[in-house]
C-alpha cells in the first residue's frame, strides 16, 4: 500500500486495475507501493527471484493467476478486451514490452509499438477510460547523448519538459515515442485518459538507491569505488532516479486523475483547459517525467505535481554514501 492516500474516497479503492508486465522490476514497485489491488497480465508466470535474487513477490500473491497473453499477437487486442470486460477493468497500467536500450528493431516493432495499440484498442472496445503508459526517457534520450557527462552536473543549464521536441536515442526509444503518439491518437478519437511517463532509472530493490548502478558495476568488477567511473555512475543516478516507492505514486496519482469523476486531484483542482490539451473525445493526454525529488535532474518534474499532484518522497541527493 502507498504510505498515503489524499482525504476523501479515493477511487483506487474500488477501481479494478489491470497491469500489464506486472513481473519485471517495475512492475513489483507498483504492486509493492500502489494503493490499487491490480490484475496481473504478464508473457509468463512470475519466475522464483527477483534480478537482484530476491524472491519474486508475485510468487505468494494469494495464489493470484497470471493473465498469460503476448500483447504483439495478431488477436491481442480482442483477447485482452476480453480479459478486460471478464474482470470489470476500470482502467489499465502499461508495462510490459521489450524494455532494453539495444533491443533490435523487431522485437521492439512487435512487443513495444504493436502491443502498445494492442492494448489501447482493447480499452477502446472495452469502454476502459484510462491508461498509464510507461514511455521511457530514451524517448528523449538525445538530450543527454548530447550533454552528457556534463549534464549530470548539478549546475548544468538545461531542462527537458513535455513541450520539449523528442529526441530518441534508440530504436527502444523510438517505439516509447511511438507508443506515445498512440496515447494521443486514443485520446483524441476515443476519449480515453492516457497518462506518458518517461520513466527514469527504476532499479530492484537492493539496488533501489543512488548508489545503485555504481555498486552494481562493482559487483560485475567493471569499477571500484571511487574511481572516475564509479562517481560518473552515482552523478547520473542522482539525476534519474525514480524510487520504486515514487514510481508507484506517479502511477497512483495518475490512475486517481483518470478515474476520479470530479476530473482530478492535482494542485490546480480539477482539468482546466490552460493545464490539459484540448483533444476531439475528451480525453486527456499529458507526458510527465517519471524521477524521485531529484535537483540535479534536466527532467521536469512541476507539470506532474500541479497536474495530478505527484509527491515524491525521495531524493537522489538523500544519501552521502551508499547503503551497507
Known sequence: MSDASPAGDDPLETATVLLTGAHGTVGTAVTAHSAADYVLHDRREPPAELGDGAP?????????????????GADAAESLAAVMDDRGVDAVVHLAGAPAVSTPYESVERNNVRGTRNVLEAASRSGVGTVVF???????????????????????????DAESP??????????KAAGEAWCRLYAEREGID?????IG?????????????????VARGDCERGDEAYV????????????RRDCAGLVDACLRDGLDPDGGSGADGGREDDLNPNTLAGGAF???????DNPNSW???????????????DSGNAMAEPPE
Not at 492516457?194 to 518517461?198: G, H, N, P
Not at 560518473?232 to 524510487?243: G, K
Not at 527532467?299 to 518522497?313: M, N, S, T
Request: with cysteine; charged share 30%.
Open 201 to 217: 532509472s527504476v532499479r530492484d530493490p537492493t539496488h533501489d538507491h543512488p548508489f545503485g548502478d555504481a555498486e552494481r558495476a
Open 299 to 313: 527532467f521536469d518534474i512541476e507539470r506532474a505535481r500541479e497536474r495530478v499532484g505527484y509527491e515524491p518522497k
Open 56 to 72: 519474486h513477490p508475485h510468487r505468494d500473491r494469494d495464489g493470484a493467476e497470471t493473465v498469460a497473453l503476448d500483447l504483439g
Open 232 to 243: 560518473e555512475a552515482v552523478a547520473r543516478m542522482r539525476c534519474t532516479w525514480l524510487s
Open 166 to 175: 523528442l529526441r530518441p536515442d534508440s530504436d527502444y526509444g523510438a517505439s
Open 134 to 160: 510507461a514511455s521511457s526517457n530514451h524517448a528523449v534520450g538525445m538530450y543527454e547523448e548530447q550533454h552528457a557527462p556534463s549534464l549530470y552536473d548539478p549546475d548544468y543549464e538545461l531542462t527537458v
Open 194 to 198: 492516457c497518462y506518458a511517463l518517461r
Open 286 to 292: 499529458e507526458v510527465f517525467y517519471g524521477i524521485s
